[in-house]
């Protein structure tokens, strides 16, 4: 973590806290918690590992935010004709939805007619889940692969809800956040994920 000081130079915001503030903690580690932040915080995405993502803000104070739950800060639109970003595109999760759905409906029709046995339908389903909620243009969609709920308004996808807190997987490597036009933040290498001190 760093602490507080003065408005710190090349500060470009990335995102803001949701309106409910959020948890934050000193390191990617939740038995080290920190002050929280305040709702709609600009801060500065400067490094994720798994869901945790290591912010920063104008005055240079720096913490770990479970980065599933940050709101991105609109960017330029894309030039006419161009395709949506891939991690915006809500298409893919709303056919990984169908398909989740088709599967829990066939299960269910072999059920009824006989050809499936109560425990083998559990067999079958155990472990699906889907969740859609659709409301004119606005849709929920449960992602499953990230234990999160996300909105869509048709363009793009936004968290709105998680189920469990950050985690990063032991052998996943730091990503870091591509440059946006200031001055490098220091990546701290594989070795600090497993304990040893370091912060970003």
Known sequence: MTSPGFRISGFRPTHVVPQGGLAAWEEPDPARP??????LLPVELVERRGDWGHVRCANGWSAWI???LLVAVPQDPPAAGAPLARTADPRPLLARAEQALTRYRGAVEEL????????SFRGLTHGQRIGIVVDGESVWLYDAEHERWVYTDGTRLSTYAADREPAAPSHEPTQVVPDLGHAHTRVVGDAGIGGADGGG
Not at 34 to 39: S, Y
Not at 112 to 119: F, I, P, S
């Open 112 to 119: 009824t007619e006989g050809a499936l046995d109560r425990e």
């Open 34 to 39: 920190t002050v929280p932040l305040d709702a």
């Open 66 to 68: 479970d980065g599933r």
